[in-house]
């Protein structure tokens, strides 16, 4: 039969984790993002090249329409089902956007397993708050989702599909979107596709686990990363370091008959400092735990401009 291993969260209730198939749908998210994006293909390869011994990744990103069941739930109860523990909420009033993060369940990790095989990530996942955008956009949004009842059940494998769980729109209404809200026309295009996944930069081993050199690295390779408010962000605390590329663009053939390119996804790296308290740990016994946990309404509220237009059409600078 299916392996079960029981496993503890941070509430005390006990849930099972069927870890091997709650992987290969990550593993199957991760597929769908790598064939879309080349950027982040080429970078976890050329971080790989470097540092070869566990590559980690700190978070994967959802976006979502909060309208008729399709927001962060349809998405988060499978994450809660294989054990994740819902954490904070983040708002961004001017974007129209809030988000909750999910800390993983302590599962065992595949031994010096990479990536969807190494220790479980942490998952933010947005929504759009529709019903504060024109009527416009929100006829928009309600003729996929409406249309499109049983769609919102089905987020998860809508994702590792890479499949959208509502109909192509036509070019016109990703236009009408985008003018208003670049995130509502990423997700109206790309669904519950993996938004990004971030590699958590101190796990890394060699001397690419300061973000500062990562970043100058990743430059001096050509890779443009997002400039929003600066390209290294850093929480008010000085604990949460972050950066991003700036998204791909994919070839999408709208339901009118045109193509256009339009922003897929990007990937980030997450630099989380040793807490003050835990200053006297000696380094070989710091864990994870011991690092600034979450996220920073600050840093993300730049992070989501690395799908906007003006961060693609910008020239590559130093
Ligand atoms: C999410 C942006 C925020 C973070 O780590 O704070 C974020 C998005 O672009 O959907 O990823
Ligand atoms: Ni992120």
């Known amino acids: ?94 974007k129209k956007l809030r988000a909750l993060w999910f800390a993983p369940p302590h599962a065992s990790a595949v031994l010096g397993g990479s990536g969807v095989n190494g220790p479980l990530p942490r998952v933010f996942i947005s929504e759009l708050l529709v019903e504060q955008m024109s009527s416009q956009t929100q006829d928009v949004i309600r003729k996929y989702t409406e249309t499109s009842p049983n769609g919102k059940k089905y987020a998860a494998l809508s994702s590792a599909l890479g499949s959208l769980p509502w109909e192509k729109p036509q070019s016109s209404e990703f236009e009408q979107l ?49 400039s929003e408010g600066g390209v290294l962000k850093v929480s008010p605390d000085g604990g949460l370091l972050q950066s991003s590329t700036v998204a791909d663009s994919i070839s999408f053939k709208f339901s009118d008959g045109v193509t256009k390119p339009i922003p897929c996804s990007y990937i980030e790296f997450a630099e989380r400092l040793v807490l003050p308290q835990f200053q006297n740990v000696p380094e070989s016994e710091i864990k994870e735990s011991h690092r600034r946990d979450g996220f920073e309404v600050g840093n993300a509220d730049k992070i989501f401009e690395s799908t906007n237009q003006e961060q693609l059409s910008r020239r590559r600078t130093g």
Not at 26 to 45: A, F, H, I, K
Not at 58 to 75: C, M, N, V
Not at 180 to 194: K, R, V
Request: proline share 3%.
């Open 178 to 226: 985008a003018r208003e809200s670049e995130y509502a026309a990423w997700t109206l295009a790309n669904g519950y596709a993996l938004n990004h996944v971030t590699i958590s930069v101190h796990r890394l081993k060699s001397h690419l686990n300061k973000i500062k050199k990562l970043n100058q690295f990743l430059e001096e390779k050509g890779f443009k990363l997002n």
């Open 1 to 94: 039969g299916v392996s079960m291993s029981t496993n503890r969260d941070s509430h005390g209730s006990s849930s099972h984790v069927a870890e091997p198939f709650f992987r290969s749908v990550l593993g199957q998210m991760e597929t769908v993002y790598l064939n879309r994006n080349p950027t982040p293909r080429s970078v976890l390869d050329l971080v790989r090249s470097v540092d070869d011994e566990q590559l980690c990744y700190d978070h994967l990103a959802f976006r979502t329409f909060g309208i008729g069941g399709y927001g962060i739930d349809s998405l988060a109860s499978f994450f809660l089902d294989y054990g994740y523990t819902q954490m904070d909420e983040l708002r961004f009033p001017a």
